[in-house]
C-alpha cells in the first residue's frame, strides 16, 4: 500500500510538473505571438509613413515639372508660333534661346514641340517630330480633351511607351480671345532629375507634426525609376527593404505617373516615428525559458527517479541489515539458552557453543560497527584521526581477530606481509577497512576456499591486496561495487545477505586517506581487491620485522 501510495504521489507530482511546463509553453507562445503582432504593427506605420514620404514627393515633383517647367515653356512655343504661323516649329532649344529665364529652363526638359489649332485644324511641329508622330499626336490630344475636358492653362500629360523607351508629352489649350491652340512638349523622364530635386529640397516630405518637427529628409531613403529601370533621383545612402515600400507611382498631375518609386525610413528614425521603437524580439530569450523549463522537468523527473530508487535502496537496506542482525542474534541467543539451561551433553559441546556465540557476537560488532560508520558518512560527520602506524602489525592483528569467522565457513586466511613502514592512518578505520574485504571475500566465496592478504610497498603508495577464489567481480560492475546500496546483479536473487555498504565504507575511507581502492581480476577464477595508502614525503623509521606466512 505504501510503495502504490508513494507511486500515486510521485506520478501526479510529474502531472503538475508536465501541466507547468505546458502553461509555460504557452506563455511563451502567447508573448511571441504579441510580440509579433506588436512589431507588425510598428512596421506597419513606418511603412505607411515611407509611402506617405515617397508619394509627397511625387505630388511635389510632378507640379513641379508639370508648372514650373511645361506650362512656360508651352507658353513659349505659342508665342513663337503665332509670330509665323506658317513657318515651321524649330527645336525646343532653338526658342530657348530666345525665351525668358523661366521659359528657358523649361524648355530644356524637352526636345520636340508641336502646335494644332482647336477645333481641328492646321498642326506644325519641329523638324525632329514626323508627320505620323504630328497625326497620332493630334489624334491621342483631341480624345485626352474629350475624356479629361481640361480648361486652358491646365498641364494635362499623355504617356506612350515606344519600343521600351517612356516618353511624356505634356499639352496646354491657350486661348487668346479670337482663336484657342494647343501647344504640346515630347520630353524624356530622364531630363526631370534636377526638378524633382528642387521639391525634395524644397521642405520635409513627412508631416511636421510627426516627430515634432525632428523628421527631416535625412531620415529617408528615395529613389525614381523610370520603366527600364534608370534612376531619376535618389536621395539616402540605404534602402531597407523590410521597412520600406516599392509601388508604381502615382501623380495627380501624370507628369511622374508609371515611375517606379521606392521609399523607406531609417532604423535611426524610427524611435521618433513611432513610441518604444520596433519592438525587440524575444523568441531568443523565450526559448531560453522554454528549454530551461524542460531541462528542469527533466531534472525533476530524474530526481524524482533518483529518489524512488533511494527509497527502494533504503528499503532492501533496511530489510538486508534486519535479516544480517537476526541471523547472529539468532545463533547467539539459541546457543547461549542451550548453556542456560544446561542441555550440553559434553565439554566439547560446551566449548563448540561458546565459540559459535563469540564467533557471533564478533560477526554481529562488525555489522554494527559498519552501520554507525555509515550513518556517519551519510550526516557528512566521518572523521579519521591520523597518526603514524606500524601497518603489518596492524594488518597482522586484524586478520587475526577475523578468524572466528573464517573459521566458521572453513575458510583459511593467509598472510604475506613485506616490505615493513610506518604510515600516517587511522588505525581503526584500516582495521575495519581490513575486516569488510575479509567478509565480502568470505560471503560471496565458496565454503574451504583460501584468502591471501600481502602487503607490498609501491613507488608513492603502500599497497593491501586481499586475494579470495570467490566467482569474480563482472568486469562492467568493477566500479559500481564501490557505491552505496550497490550489490552485483547476480547475487539479488540469491540466499546471500548483504547490507550494500561495506564497500561503500571502503571506498570512503580510503578517500579520506587520500588512497585509492579497485579490484582486478584473478586468473583461474577470483578477485583480487586492493587498497593504496600514499606514503609519507619524508617516510618515517622502518621495522625490520621479518616475512611471515601465517594461516588464520
Known amino acids: 500500500m505504501r510503495g502504490a501510495s508513494e507511486r500515486s504521489q510521485a506520478g501526479l507530482v510529474i502531472v503538475l510538473l508536465i501541466l507547468s511546463l505546458g502553461s509555460t509553453a504557452y506563455l511563451a507562445l ?62 525646343p532649344s532653338e526658342i530657348a534661346a530666345t525665351s525668358n529665364a523661366r521659359q528657358k529652363s523649361g524648355l530644356t526638359l524637352a526636345d520636340a514641340a508641336f502646335v494644332m489649332s482647336l477645333p481641328r485644324g492646321l498642326h506644325h511641329s519641329s523638324p525632329n517630330l514626323s508627320a505620323a508622330e504630328g497625326t497620332w499626336l493630334g489624334d491621342a490630344i ?33 486661348s487668346d480671345g479670337t482663336s484657342r491652340v494647343v501647344a504640346a512638349l515630347r520630353s524624356d523622364p530622364r531630363r526631370y532629375g534636377e526638378w524633382i530635386r528642387r521639391a525634395y529640397e524644397r521642405q520635409p516630405l513627412l508631416p511636421v507634426a510627426l516627430g515634432n518637427g525632428t523628421l527631416t529628409n535625412d531620415a529617408l531613403f528615395v529613389d525614381l525609376r523610370d520603366g527600364a529601370g534608370a534612376v531619376l533621383f535618389r536621395a539616402g545612402d540605404h534602402f531597407d527593404p523590410q521597412l520600406g515600400i516599392e509601388e508604381r507611382a502615382n501623380d495627380p498631375t501624370g507628369t511622374l505617373d508609371g515611375l517606379k518609386l521606392r521609399a523607406s525610413v531609417t ?6 516615428m513611432v513610441v518604444g521603437g520596433l519592438p525587440v524580439s524575444r523568441v531568443p530569450q523565450l526559448l531560453l525559458s522554454l528549454c530551461i523549463s524542460v531541462a528542469l522537468l527533466g531534472a525533476a523527473i530524474f530526481q ?21 542482525l537476526r541471523t547472529p542474534l539468532t545463533q547467539i541467543r539459541m546457543f547461549a539458552e542451550t548453556l542456560r539451561l544446561d542441555r550440553v551433553r559434553s565439554p566439547e559441546e560446551r566449548r563448540r557453543s561458546i565459540v559459535i556465540i563469540d564467533q557471533e557476537a564478533r560477526r554481529l560488532a562488525q555489522l554494527v560497527e559498519n552501520i554507525l560508520l555509515f550513518s556517519q558518512g551519510e550526516r557528512g560527520g566521518l ?12 594488518v597482522a592483528d586484524a586478520v587475526e581477530s577475523f578468524g572466528p569467522i573464517a573459521r566458521a565457513k572453513n575458510v583459511v586466511v593467509i598472510t604475506e606481509l613485506s616490505d615493513p613502514a610506518v604510515l600516517d592512518v587511522d588505525a581503526d578505520a584500516v582495521r575495519q577497512i581490513l575486516l569488510n574485504l575479509l567478509d565480502n571475500s568470505v560471503k560471496y566465496g565458496p565454503a574451504g ?39 552485483l546483479d547476480r547475487d539479488l536473487e540469491t540466499h546471500r545477505a548483504g547490507t550494500g555498504i561495506g564497500l561503500a565504507l571502503v571506498m570512503e ?44
Not at 591520523?386 to 603489518?392: A, F, K, M, S
Request: some cysteine; overall charge positive; charged content about 25%.
Open 30 to 91: 502567447e508573448a511571441f505571438r504579441s510580440t509579433s503582432r506588436n512589431r507588425a504593427a510598428a512596421e506597419s506605420i513606418v511603412r505607411d509613413n515611407a509611402r506617405l514620404a515617397g508619394q509627397e514627393l511625387v505630388r511635389r515633383g510632378g507640379y513641379e515639372v508639370a508648372y514650373y517647367g511645361f506650362s512656360p515653356a508651352l507658353r513659349a512655343i505659342v508665342f513663337r508660333s503665332r509670330q509665323d504661323p506658317e513657318a515651321p516649329l524649330p527645336l
Open 142 to 174: 483631341l480624345a485626352d480633351i474629350v475624356k479629361q475636358k481640361p480648361a486652358d492653362g491646365d498641364v494635362p500629360v499623355i504617356q506612350r511607351n515606344d519600343g521600351g523607351r517612356q516618353e511624356t508629352f505634356a499639352y496646354m489649350i491657350i
Open 267 to 272: 532604423r535611426e528614425a524610427i524611435p521618433r
Open 304 to 324: 524524482l527517479q533518483r529518489e524512488r530508487a533511494l527509497v527502494r535502496l533504503r528499503s532492501d537496506f533496511v530489510s538486508s541489515v534486519s535479516h544480517e
Open 383 to 394: 572523521r579519521v584521526n591520523r597518526h603514524p602506524v606500524e601497518i603489518n602489525p596492524l
Open 449 to 487: 576456499q583460501r584468502i591471501t592478504v600481502t602487503t607490498s610497498r609501491q613507488s608513492k603508495a603502500f599497497r593491501i591486496a586481499v586475494r579470495d577464489q570467490g566467482p569474480g567481480i563482472p568486469q562492467d560492475e568493477r566500479d559500481s561495487i564501490w557505491k552505496k546500496f550497490r550489490r
Open 509 to 552: 575511507l580510503m578517500i579520506l586517506h587520500g588512497g585509492r581502492a579497485w579490484v582486478d581480476p584473478v586468473s583461474g577464477g577470483g578477485a583480487c581487491f586492493n587498497v593504496e595508502f600514499p606514503l609519507p614525503d619524508e617516510p618515517g623509521t622502518d621495522i625490520n620485522l621479518p616475512a611471515t606466512g601465517s594461516a588464520s
